[in-house]
């Protein structure tokens, strides 16, 4: 089975900070990999996804993450975070599109 | 385009009432359908899918019920809600193929009291 996991619950930064959130997962098959983002209230928005090909995948808000398939991360990674980068992040993997399995979720919270 | 929607935003019920959750989706036939549940403090949860009118795969023994009555509709319900029920409930829709990805709702927060 499937397994996702996000080592932190909340990670406080400040503005213009470099900001990491991890995300570790277990599979026995080739995976696809994605990272949410949902602000306050709100649902779920696609931030960025590895299918195939190049390992490191960006998104258009200045994110990024890299599949490393020896240490089964997909960790998520900003140089420099704003004040309306806080919101709370999910990692999710599928083995079959059919189904995503999520992670707990990280809480970036970004201060002045 | 597509859009899903979701309704009511907000849920207030007693324990012990019934629950109507609605979802549908526009711009798109024959979608997989997904509801998801998100509890204060945890992830999402993966409560039932469909991939067609009829066809819904539990995932996990609950209290809950679904049904895809159309091809963009998706029901949540329950006869009788219980204090555990509470929690953000979200509606998804998969893009497949090279656009791989599944689209969320902006859900339904219900607080049962």
């Known amino acids: 089975a499937q397994s996702v996991t996000q080592l932190d619950s909340q990670v406080p930064v400040f503005e213009e900070a470099p900001v990491e959130l991890r995300c570790n997962y277990s599979?026995?098959?080739?995976?696809?990999l994605f990272w949410y983002v949902q602000y306050p209230n709100q649902g779920l928005q696609l931030l960025l996804k590895y299918l195939s090909g190049s390992t490191l995948v960006e998104s258009i808000n200045g994110f990024e993450a890299e599949f490393n398939k020896s240490q089964t991360s997909f960790h998520l990674r900003k140089p420099s975070v704003h004040i309306s980068d806080t919101a709370e992040y999910f990692c999710?993997?599928?083995?079959?599109?059919?189904?995503?399995?999520f992670g707990t979720g990280t809480r970036l919270l970004v201060s002045p | 385009s597509q859009t899903i929607h979701q309704w009511p935003a907000t849920l207030v019920q007693p324990v012990g009432s019934p629950l109507s959750l609605e979802c549908t989706v526009e711009g798109t036939s024959n979608p997989n359908l997904y509801w998801y549940r998100q509890a204060a403090g945890r992830g999402l949860q993966l409560l039932f899918y469909?991939?067609?009118?009829?066809?819904i795969s539990s995932e996990v023994p609950q209290n809950l019920s679904a049904s895809r009555p159309q091809d963009r509709q998706f029901i949540l319900s329950s006869k009788k809600l219980l204090l555990s029920d509470s929690g953000f409930y979200l509606c998804?829709?998969?893009?497949?193929?090279?656009?791989?990805?599944?689209?969320f709702g902006p859900g339904t927060r219900l607080l049962v009291l």
């Open positions: 469909s991939v067609g009118i009829g066809q």
């Open positions: 599979s026995s098959v080739s995976v696809y």
């Open positions: 999710a993997v599928s083995d079959s599109f059919q189904k995503l399995v």
């Open positions: 998804a829709w998969r893009v497949g193929g090279r656009r791989e990805t599944q689209y």
